[in-house]
């Protein structure tokens, strides 16, 4: 099985404690190739580094809206290994985003 790895800490401003925003999650999608990674790899360890105080949902949400919309919630989390090297609770924002990704795909639809 192919393991990919993405490191959160690449894209961080130095000194900053906070991912947050939509552009900025757009930036990083575009800056790290993470849709890319998705299609090469059967799961991809998402490492999220120590000492942040934030990610909000919607830098999550622009991060992964592709991924999610194409793979579901189950199969995302199937293939995102999430590791978090400090002690933010990432749980509900990221849930709270693919909440939002999918609740937008249905009324596209």
Do not use: C, H, W
Not at 11 to 35: C, H, M, Q, W
Not at 36 to 61: C, H, V
Not at 74 to 90: A, D, M, V
């Amino acid at each position: 099985m192919k393991k990919g790895r993405f490191e959160l800490e690449k894209y961080r401003t130095p000194g900053a404690k906070i991912f947050t925003g939509r552009d900025r999650g757009l930036e990083v999608k575009n800056s790290s190739g993470i849709n890319e990674l998705a299609q090469e790899y059967e799961i991809i360890e998402f490492i999220i580094p120590d000492n942040l105080f934030t990610i909000n949902p919607s830098f999550f949400e622009e991060l992964f809206i592709d991924i999610v919309q194409k793979l579901g919630r189950e199969n995302f989390y199937k293939k995102f290994e999430f590791i978090n090297l400090g002690k933010y609770q990432y749980q509900k924002p990221l849930s709270e985003a693919i909440d939002r990704i999918l609740r937008e795909k249905t009324a596209l639809d």
